[in-house]
T-cell receptor, first 113, second 114 residues
Framework: DAGVIQSPRHEVTEMGQEVTLRCKPI?????LFWYRQTMMRGLELLIYFNNNVPIDDSGMPEDRFSAKMPNASFSTLKIQPSEPRDSAVYFCASEEGGRNEQFFGPGTRLTVL | AQSVTQLDSQVPVFEEAPVELRCNYS??????LFWYVQYPNQGLQLLLKYLSGSTLVKGINGFEAEFNKSQTSFHLRKPSVHISDTAEYFCAVTRNTGGFKTIFGAGTRLFVKA
């Protein structure tokens, strides 16, 4: 298995633009997580899904952020409009329920100018 | 709610020396505990986990951790570090009674010097 795949690996955009981050979880994993990592705030859980259904989105910072999981092999995290304070590394992780091990993707480094 | 405190933000150590990275947690319910490692420009990967049973847990790359319920600690240790162990290490906790919200500590940067 190729592991968790994220795209793009790097994204540079201007304030006000829409940004879409993509994630393909490991096949057979029924949990998917989106995290944000910054120097100031560390690793924060934004939202997680179980069987494509959002379970807890309490970490989503504000309405500018949205996440979807239309099927078991694909998820998106969208920021619209983006702001400079959204600059961070965004990780997607997946887990097979009950195994207690999250597998992380390589991350997307987002820079909002 | 659960919380995790990693007591050291940075730990410099010479190659082949032993190292201990400290982690304390807080929870009103029973928990599972984890250590993850993050190498530069990569995602996190699991080093080891404590679910139940023996309080001494062995992981990959020669690391081990000991769960101490009375001290609410889960310190990570390695008897002899290598340059390649230079990375950021995260302690994490999740409740063992359902739900998958894992809380991560702020991380400890281990820097191994030659």
């Amino acid at each position: 298995d190729a592991g968790v795949i994220q795209s793009p690996r790097h994204e540079v955009t201007e304030m006000g633009q829409e940004v879409t981050l993509r994630c393909k979880p490991i096949s057979g994993h029924d949990y998917l997580f989106w995290y944000r990592q910054t120097m100031m705030r560390g690793l924060e859980l934004l939202i997680y899904f179980n069987n494509n259904v959002p379970i807890d989105d309490s970490g989503m910072p504000e309405d500018r952020f949205s996440a979807k999981m239309p099927n078991a092999s694909f998820s998106t995290l969208k920021i619209q409009p983006s702001e400079p304070r959204d600059s961070a590394v965004y990780f997607c992780a997946s887990e097979e329920g009950g195994r207690n091990e999250q597998f992380f993707g390589p991350g997307t480094r987002l820079t909002v100018l | 709610a659960q919380s995790v405190t990693q007591l050291d933000s940075q730990v410099p150590v010479f190659e082949e020396a032993p190292v201990e990275l400290r982690c304390n947690y807080s929870s009103s319910v029973s928990v599972y505990l984890f250590w993850y490692v993050q190498y530069p420009n990569q995602g996190l990967q699991l080093l080891l986990k404590y679910l139940s049973g023996s309080t001494l847990v062995k992981g990959i790359n020669g690391f081990e951790a000991e769960f101490n319920k009375s001290q609410t600690s889960f310190h990570l240790r390695k008897p002899s570090v290598h340059i390649s162990d230079t990375a950021e290490y995260f302690c994490a906790v999740t409740r063992n009674t359902g739900g998958f919200k894992t809380i991560f500590g702020a991380g400890t940067r281990l820097f191994v010097k030659a």
